[in-house]
């Protein structure tokens, strides 16, 4: 079934540890985004990438980093994990980057103690 | 600042009518989006305006008025399976989405 793949599912980690979220798309699409939900706030855009080779930085970037090295792969690294980190992400796609209709993948739950 | 404003929570009977508003303030605008994400579930694209008026798709209706700021979702006929939050979105001049908190909706019986 053609989408979007996260792993893990969901994950407690301990603060300082390294973390890498994977994403995965069938749907060649162009574009790749990484948001996080949290409790009483919108989505907020982490990282994109509008096309395979090149990414661009979001609204809340710190202490996250992606990279895109093919068209259907978008991990999310967290290099040294902190509490404020606590929350639920969500990869998505697009046709085509600056476009509003986004497929999601089921999101992964992270806690950092 | 960008901002957008939806009511936190709402609560309907089956089989009745919902309107959930939503206001926003953006720098630009390139088209309002809802989206409906059910409890633990990823969101779902549900809807796309640019224009001003009332677009339909069998049971929702999305309505924009862009001098005005402003669109609302119209649910008819409620079913207990449109229990979910509906998350407004707008693109913006730099072709970025901004997303509303979104509406927690209780349908019931």
């Known amino acids: 079934i053609a989408g979007i793949t996260q792993a893990p599912t969901s994950q407690i980690l301990a603060a300082g540890r390294r973390m890498t979220l994977r994403c995965t798309q069938d749907?060649?699409?162009?574009?790749m985004y990484w948001y996080r939900q949290d409790l009483g706030l919108g989505l907020r855009l982490i990282h994109y990438?509008?096309?395979?080779?090149?990414?661009g930085k979001g609204e809340v970037p710190d202490g996250y980093s992606v990279s895109r090295a093919n068209t259907d792969d978008f991990p999310l690294t967290l290099a040294s994990a902190v509490p404020s980190q606590t929350s639920v992400y969500f990869c998505?796609?697009?046709?085509?980057?600056?476009?509003?209709?986004?497929?999601f993948g089921e999101g992964s739950r992270l806690t950092v103690l | 600042g960008q901002n957008i404003d939806q009511p936190t929570e709402m609560t309907a009977t089956e089989g009745a009518i919902v309107q959930i508003n939503c206001t926003y303030q953006?720098?630009?605008?390139?088209?309002l989006f809802w989206y409906q994400q059910h409890a633990g579930e990823a969101p779902t694209f549900l809807s796309y305006?640019?224009l001003d008026g009332l677009e339909e798709k069998g049971r929702f209706s999305s309505f924009l008025s862009r001098s005005k700021g402003y669109s609302y979702l119209l649910l008819k006929e409620l079913q207990m399976k449109d229990s979910a939050s509906y998350l407004c979105a707008v693109l913006d001049s730099n072709y970025q989405l901004i997303w509303g908190a979104g509406t927690k909706l209780i349908i019931k019986p």
């Open positions: 305006n640019v």
């Open positions: 953006t720098s630009g605008f390139n088209g």
């Open positions: 749907m060649r699409h162009n574009a």
């Open positions: 998505a796609s697009s046709l085509q980057g600056g476009t509003g209709e986004l497929f």
């Open positions: 990438s509008n096309t395979a080779g090149t990414t």
